[in-house]
């Protein structure tokens, strides 16, 4: 479950972030709050990865219990990943 939550959370963040032609059109499909909630930690933990990449998913796994309150919030709302799912890894 937990590669699935964090390979949900790797695509948003993934798509929003800086420096990759599909990421313009991409980021139209995400809120706003997630675009600006979650652009950071993309840049500090895996900004060296490509969008939709095994390697992505793998640096937002291993970082995942650093991500940002604020964008795992706006990525909960946006309904990318359940509260429950957020609570069973912080356990």
Same mark, same amino acid.
């Given at each position: 479950?937990?590669?699935?939550?964090?390979?949900?959370?790797?695509?948003?963040?993934?798509?929003?972030?800086?420096?990759?032609?599909?990421?313009?059109?991409?980021?139209? /499909?995400? =809120? #706003?709050?997630?675009?600006?909630?979650?652009? +950071? %930690?993309?840049?500090?933990?895996?900004? *060296?990865?490509?969008?939709?990449?095994?390697?992505?998913?793998?640096?937002?796994?291993?970082?995942?219990? /650093?991500? =940002? #309150?604020?964008?795992?919030?706006?990525?909960? +709302? %946006?309904?990318?990943?359940?509260?429950? *799912?957020?609570?069973?890894?912080?356990?």
């Amino acid at each position: 479950m937990k590669t699935i939550v964090f390979g949900l959370l790797a695509a948003a963040v993934a798509a929003i972030g800086p420096g990759a032609a599909p990421a313009a059109d991409a980021a139209s /499909s995400y =809120s #706003k709050a997630v675009q600006q909630y979650c652009r +950071a %930690d993309y840049k500090k933990y895996c900004g *060296e990865y490509g969008l939709e990449t095994a390697a992505l998913r793998s640096c937002m796994d291993r970082n995942g219990e /650093s991500l =940002s #309150k604020s964008c795992v919030r706006a990525l909960v +709302a %946006d309904g990318f990943v359940s509260q429950a *799912e957020v609570n069973s890894r912080k356990r």
